[in-house]
T-cell receptor, first 113, second 115 residues
Framework: KQEVTQIPAALSVPEGENLVLNCSFTDSAIYNLQWFRQDPGKGLTSLLLIQSSQREQTSGRLNASLDKSSGRSTLYIAASQPGDSATYLCAKKEGAGSYQLTFGKGTKLSVIP | GAGVSQTPSNKVTEKGKYVELRCDPISGHTALYWYRQSLGQGPEFLIYFQGTGAADDSGLPNDRFFAVRPEGSVSTLKIQRTERGDSAVYLC?????????????FGSGTRLTVV
């Protein structure tokens, strides 16, 4: 069974710090990996999508990387702000013909003013 | 529409009742997915539609759960004889071509509480 693990489960940092969220997966077969943000009581907002042929994607203060060989992805957030406080989820898509996403449980981030 | 719309946003129902949850995907998205997210967990796959047909319903937990998409656009997830364990956030997503290039767009979800 595919597993996606996110560590830590929760993270608290002071405003302005740079931080890294981790996502690891047990099956090296991967088509793409997507990072989402979830605010309390809300749905998922897509942040970044990395195809298996790519090593990283950037959007503003966010940078996501993918290392297939080690089964890891990281989400780097620069100069964190209180508005970044949310739960961050990564989700793996196994193959081109696959349609299921396998999600991790998420990392709950709190940015303290 | 501009995004995936789900209604209602919240639903409280009594154990044993029947509920319907609605999803209106992004216009032109042929693929539609239902996921269920329990407290403290990541979303788990329930069912996938390509057009009007359910291409994969392997994630539905049992025969109390059923979903339709009669015209290839709006989808309804139906739960019969609800149980307290059905309480969760039900998320709908849509995409083009299995999310190959642009990923998946999720709605805000329906929070179902069975009392």
């Amino acid at each position: 069974k595919q597993e996606v693990t996110q560590i830590p489960a929760a993270l608290s940092v002071p405003e302005g710090e740079n931080l890294v969220l981790n996502c690891s997966f047990t099956d090296s077969a991967i088509y793409n990996l997507q990072w989402f943000r979830q605010d309390p009581g809300k749905g998922l907002t897509s942040l970044l999508l990395i195809q298996s042929s790519q090593r990283e994607q950037t959007s503003g203060r966010l940078n996501a990387s993918l290392d297939k060989s080690s089964g890891r992805s990281t989400l780097y957030i620069a100069a964190s702000q209180p508005g970044d406080s949310a739960t961050y989820l990564c989700a793996k898509k196994e193959g081109a013909g696959s349609y299921q996403l396998t999600f991790g449980k998420g990392t709950k981030l709190s940015v303290i003013p | 529409g501009a995004g995936v719309s789900q209604t209602p946003s919240n639903k409280v129902t009594e154990k044993g009742k029947y509920v319907e949850l609605r999803c209106d995907p992004i216009s032109g998205h042929t693929a539609l997915y239902w996921y269920r997210q329990s407290l403290g967990q990541g979303p788990e796959f329930l069912i996938y539609f390509q057009g009007t047909g359910a291409a994969d319903d392997s994630g539905l937990p049992n025969d109390r759960f059923f979903a339709v998409r009669p015209e290839g656009s709006v989808s309804t997830l139906k739960i019969q004889r609800t149980e307290r364990g059905d309480s969760a956030v039900y998320l709908c997503a849509s995409s083009t071509q299995h999310g190959a290039n642009y990923g998946y767009t999720f709605g805000s979800g329906t929070r179902l509480t069975v009392v």
